[in-house]
């Protein structure tokens, strides 16, 4: 059976934005019922700047206390610039990923820098962390449409990921931040994007503002991604992005992936502790397009924890 490999970025994108603030131990709390579920990759934290996201400031103790915990997990934590991943070596990162967003405005209310500038900024930033031993991602932000610029031209996007290859970024991830892409334009993308750089070396971060987060995945899946990041319960958004919702719901991504013959090693059963936490720490309900069903399915003793229905399991 052939695999997907998915990123929760719940505790980073999920939380964010959020009006809620969690501490460093609910944190830890939420991580390690992600672990329990069965994600192997898991996005801790960011080093930003405090003061442009208050809600990261624990990064450094967050992130030792999760590798000091699960030292088998592949921890990846997000970074703006030098000045974070000085302080991400230090907390003991291992992988680290920068944000490139394909337009001039974009990176200024991201990163207060011009797109010149920011591609330089994490062209520099990979090669330090390569040079530190680290494994590296590069986000390429609003990779669809921009807030401020609209639509972003497929060839902007292929030159961006150009360049970062040319610095040999390990992986690079098409962001849909504010959640507009479609199947068919996802398609498209690939098919130009996928002549210059291997399906292999490509993710795909879907937010689903407009319902359309699964469907994206599958276009991808039909071009040859295996990679993708998704967040528990949808939980996630951009603060500098308006209009950016939730991520596409790691809920969603796995009982649609493992529905049509992938393998995730996710345990949906105990994805839904994760949502039910994150629902109660938040305060508000959560939960991606399945939630419903498959809380449902688990009440009545029904839940398959691969998300198979009848007749569709191996034995
Ligand atoms: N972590 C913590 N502090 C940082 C930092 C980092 N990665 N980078 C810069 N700083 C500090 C500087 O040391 C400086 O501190 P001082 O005022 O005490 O001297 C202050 O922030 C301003 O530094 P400057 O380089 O002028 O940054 P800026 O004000 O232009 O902000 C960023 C740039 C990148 C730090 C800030 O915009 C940021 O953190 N953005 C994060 C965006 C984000 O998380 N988006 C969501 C994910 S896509
Ligand atoms: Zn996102």
């Known amino acids: 059976m052939e695999s997907i ?16 603030h969690l501490s460093t131990h609910e944190k830890l709390a939420l991580i390690r019922l992600l672990v329990a579920a069965g994600l192997e990759r898991i996005e801790v934290t960011s080093f930003v700047s405090p003061s442009a996201v208050p809600q990261m400031a624990d990064a450094a103790d967050l992130l030792s206390l999760v590798i000091s915990e699960f030292p088998k997990l592949q921890s990846t934590v997000l970074v703006p610039n030098l000045k974070g991943l000085e302080r991400a070596r230090l907390a003991g990162a291992s992988e680290i990923s920068v944000v490139l967003a394909a337009t001039d405005t974009m990176n200024r209310k991201n990163i207060n820098q011009s797109l010149a500038d920011a591609t330089r900024n994490c062209q520099d930033t990979v090669r330090a962390a390569k040079a530190m031993g680290m494994r590296t991602r590069t986000y390429l932000a609003v990779a669809f449409d921009c807030p401020f610029e609209g639509v972003t031209p497929v060839p902007t996007l292929l030159a961006l990921a150009q360049q970062m290859q040319a610095v040999q970024v390990d992986e690079i991830v098409i962001a849909d931040t504010i959640g507009s892409a479609t199947p068919g334009r996802v398609r498209d993308c690939l098919s130009v994007l996928g002549w210059a750089i291997p399906m292999n070396q490509l993710a795909m971060h879907f937010h689903d503002t407009r319902g359309l987060a699964v469907a994206n995945t599958w276009a991808a899946l039909e071009a040859g991604i295996r990679r993708f990041d998704a967040s528990a319960g949808g939980l996630g958004g951009c603060p500098f992005a308006p209009g950016a919702a939730g991520n596409l719901a790691t809920e969603d991504l796995v009982l649609m992936a493992q529905g049509s013959g992938f393998q995730t090693n996710i345990d949906l059963g105990r994805l839904l502790d994760v949502i039910e936490f994150a629902q109660h720490k938040m305060d508000r309900p959560l939960g991606g397009r399945s939630y419903s069903w498959l809380a449902l399915q688990k009440q009545k003793g029904d839940l398959d924890p691969r998300g198979l229905s009848q007749g569709q399991s191996d034995a």
Do not use: A, E, F, M
């Open 5 to 20: 490999w998915i990123t929760d970025v719940s505790p980073r994108d999920g939380l964010q934005n959020q009006p809620k």
